[in-house]
């Protein structure tokens, strides 16, 4: 009994030293396993299971192994975190756009920005490689242990606004829906390229965030795409042949 009325106290302390969460303020909740949140030059400390706590500019979200967090901010948008990862939120701010810098050290995760009541907004994901800039979509941005990034594209709020990739050599790609781009930074080099997104793109998320909720059109729309672009061929002998299109392997 003694030793329960200590832990139930020392739980009471640690939430009672929590900032109480108010509308407007930006949050990390703890969605399954180990999620920690850290203060520049201080401990982590960890955050209890489906618990959320205010996340404050340049704190840092940590997650473990088999492990999720969600970071939501004031204008709706968030951000899913993986398994082993590692995200400072350099600033958030909002007049009439919202404003907001990530910093991806390591890990995989999956943005919805969003743009609430007509508002607009402008986000940026620093990694290793280079930033991504979204302006409101939906999509992945992972960064792997030897450096590669990859960013997915699944949705644009706005279509004259894609996704922007500009490495630190200087490279600018441009990704629309159903895109995704892979690049390496090698010997100061980025050797990065755009293509047309394949489910082994989409999978390499799907442990952490599932597949997104409209992949399965989304798939059916770039197959077609690459079936129309596919040599056609011929099946069957003399009156019994026909032509047909090709299909795009992985379709």
Not at 5 to 27: E, F, R
Not at 51 to 61: E, G, Q, R
Not at 96 to 102: E, H, L, T
């Amino acid at each position: 009994m003694k030793t329960r009325a200590l832990v139930l106290a020392a739980s009471a302390l640690i939430a009672a030293s929590l900032p109480v969460i108010a509308d407007g303020d930006k949050t990390v909740q703890n969605l399954k396993g180990s999620v920690s949140y850290q203060k520049p030059s201080k401990a982590a400390k960890p955050i209890a299971g489906q618990a959320s706590i205010v996340l404050a500019d340049k704190d840092l979200t940590i997650t473990g192994l088999d492990s999720e967090a969600a970071v939501t901010l004031p204008d709706s948008s968030r951000v899913l975190v993986g398994s082993d990862a590692k995200v400072q939120l350099a600033f958030f701010n909002q007049t009439d756009i919202a404003n907001a810098k990530f910093v991806i050290y390591q890990g995989r995760f999956r943005f919805n920005v969003e743009h609430p009541s007509g508002a607009k907004a402008n986000y940026t994901f620093q990694t290793p490689t280079g930033n991504v800039a979204v302006r409101g979509t939906q999509g992945d941005i992972g960064v792997a242990d030897d450096g590669t990034l990859s960013v997915n594209v699944y949705e644009l709020s706005d279509p004259d606004l894609p996704v922007i990739v500009s490495t630190k050599d200087g490279q600018t790609f441009t990704l629309n829906v159903g895109q995704g781009f892979v690049g390496n930074f090698i010997n100061g080099v980025v050797q990065g390229k755009v293509d047309d997104l394949k489910q082994q793109a989409v999978d390499q998320f799907s442990p952490d965030f599932g597949l997104p909720d409209n992949w399965a059109q989304l798939k059916a729309e770039i197959c077609a795409k690459l079936d129309a672009q596919m040599p056609s061929k011929t099946v069957g002998i003399g009156p019994f042949s026909k032509t047909i299109g090709g299909t795009a392997p992985g379709c």
